[in-house]
């Protein structure tokens, strides 16, 4: 149960697109459809944005996106604005568990 | 509305047991995957187990063996409890409900487990 690889911050201006990755292996992300992105200001509880690779729950903003190939899962944020500055984890599926990312803080400069 | 109260956290010494309840509201808990998620301080999410629908159960190895999630479906509350707990089981603990992915829709608040003599 080894967590997902995430880089530890990703930056960007207002207005660019950002990608976050997230590597798994065959017995997660690459094995299952079932990835997951949450995002987390400070203090808060996180919040779903994406789940089964692509899929944007009711509210969430059409700025952000999933993709997955392999054992990889990105998440890509076009259209930076101020109010995505925060954590974001991603998290996958495997057989009889799940498990997170290592998170990524994404600053809006 | 789906709701989430989480309750009994607080200062527990190393080697002690607690049990950590969620209230829920706007659904029934027995219908749904539910699961508990830790974060503790300044550090990333850490999933912690998980009960299905059809009351199976499943848990991270770092909790495996002192753990132990249930529910009561009269009272529609889920529980997690914690034995033999050590310094790094120090944690925000979050209740939340899942899809049946496993992708979490809905969070508590959380609730601080301290861990410290």
């Known amino acids: 149960q080894s967590a997902l690889t995430q880089p530890a911050s990703v930056s960007g201006s207002p207005g660019q697109s950002i990608t976050i990755s997230c590597t798994g292996t065959?017995?997660?992300?690459?094995?299952?459809?079932?990835v997951s992105w949450y995002q987390q200001h400070p203090g808060k509880a996180p919040k779903l944005m994406i789940y089964?690779?692509?899929k944007r729950p009711s509210g969430v903003s059409d700025r952000l996106s999933g993709s997955k190939s392999g054992n990889t899962a990105s998440l890509t944020i076009s259209g930076l604005q101020a109010e995505d500055e925060a954590d974001y984890y991603c998290?996958?599926?495997?057989?009889?568990?799940?498990?997170f990312g290592t998170g990524t803080k994404v600053t809006v400069l | 509305e789906v709701q989430l109260v989480e309750s009994g956290g607080g200062l527990i010494q190393p080697g002690g047991s607690l049990r950590l309840s969620c209230a829920a509201s706007?659904?029934?808990?027995?219908?749904?995957?539910m699961s508990w998620v830790r974060q503790a301080p300044g550090k990333g999410l850490e999933w912690v187990s998980v009960?299905?629908?059809?009351?199976?159960?499943y848990y991270a190895d770092s909790v495996k063996g002192r753990f132990t999630i249930s529910r009561d479906n009269s009272k529609n509350t889920l529980y997690l409890q914690m034995n033999s707990l050590r310094a790094e089981d120090t944690a925000v603990y979050y209740c939340?409900?899942?899809?049946?992915?496993?992708?979490?829709?809905?969070w508590g608040q959380g609730t601080l487990v301290t861990v410290s003599s």
């Open positions: 706007g659904f029934t808990v027995s219908n749904n995957y």
């Open positions: 998290s996958s599926y495997t057989s009889t568990s799940y498990v």
């Open positions: 089964e690779v692509n």
């Open positions: 065959s017995s997660d992300i690459g094995g299952y459809n079932y």
């Open positions: 009960i299905y629908s059809g009351s199976a159960t």
């Open positions: 939340a409900r899942a899809l049946g992915t496993g992708d979490i829709d809905h």
